[in-house]
T-cell receptor
Framework: KQEVTQIPAALSVPEGENLVLNCSFT??????LQWFRQDPGKGLTSLLL?????REQTSGRLNASLDKSSGRSTLYIAASQPGDSATYLC??????????????FGKGTLLTVNP | ETGVTQSPTHLIKTRGQQVTLRCSSQ?????VSWYQQALGQGPQFIFQ???????GRGNFPPRFSGLQFPNYSSELNVNALELDDSALYLC??????????FGEGSRLTVL
């Protein structure tokens, strides 16, 4: 059974700091890994999708890496801003060989960026 | 905005009642998935529909059921509501295994 763990559970940083969020998964047979952002009481906003054949993806100040063999992904946020404050969720799609594309999520990292 | 819309945004029900939640998927997406997110937890997979057929189900009892329509919109039905069903219900649409896009969710409170 695939399990996804995110460390730390919560993180508080001053504005302008670079930071790294960690995600680990137990089964390396994955199809995709996707990072999301969730504001309080809201839905999920997709940040980055990394396919299993890729090592990293970048979008603006965000960079996500994937190491399938070790079962790890990191989300790097450069020059953090108060508007980055949110919960960040990591999710994997296992490679089932079929058409069932179910995401398994971690519990998320609650990020607070202080002005 | 993802183009995935859910209704209603909030609702309150009592134990034993039934509820229907609706989701309109993003244009061109043929796959809809439903997730339940309890407070402080990551979303849990309920089931997925592809071209109007259920093609995957998580660890949820049969009182959770769904439909997908020819226009790829979807419904989630929950019968015999229990207190533990209180959660944010999220719908996601995708083109099969490509990037998933989520709606804003329906917040269900069961009293």
């Amino acid at each position: 059974k695939q399990e996804v763990t995110q460390i730390p559970a919560a993180l508080s940083v001053p504005e302008g700091e670079n930071l790294v969020l960690n995600c680990s998964f137990t089964d390396s047979a994955i199809y995709n890994l996707q990072w999301f952002r969730q504001d309080p009481g809201k839905g999920l906003t997709s940040l980055l999708l990394i396919q299993s054949s890729q090592r990293e993806q970048t979008s603006g100040r965000l960079n996500a890496s994937l190491d399938k063999s070790s079962g790890r992904s990191t989300l790097y946020i450069a020059a953090s801003q108060p508007g980055d404050s949110a919960t960040y969720l990591c999710a994997v799609i296992p490679y089932s060989g079929g058409s069932n594309y179910k995401l398994t999520f971690g519990k998320g990292t609650l990020l607070t960026v202080n002005p | 905005e993802t183009g995935v819309t859910q209704s209603p945004t909030h609702l309150i029900k009592t134990r034993g009642q039934q509820v229907t939640l609706r989701c309109s998927s993003q244009s061109g997406h043929n796959t809809v998935s439903w997730y339940q997110q309890a407070l402080g937890q990551g979303p849990q997979f309920i089931f997925q529909y592809y071209r109007e057929e259920e093609n995957g189900r998580g660890n949820f009892p049969p009182r959770f059921s769904g439909l997908q329509f020819p226009n790829y919109s979807s419904e989630l039905n929950v019968n015999a509501l229990e207190l533990d069903d209180s959660a944010l219900y999220l719908c996601a649409s995708s083109l099969q295994a490509a990037e998933l896009f989520f709606g804003e969710g329906s917040r269900l409170t069961v009293l």
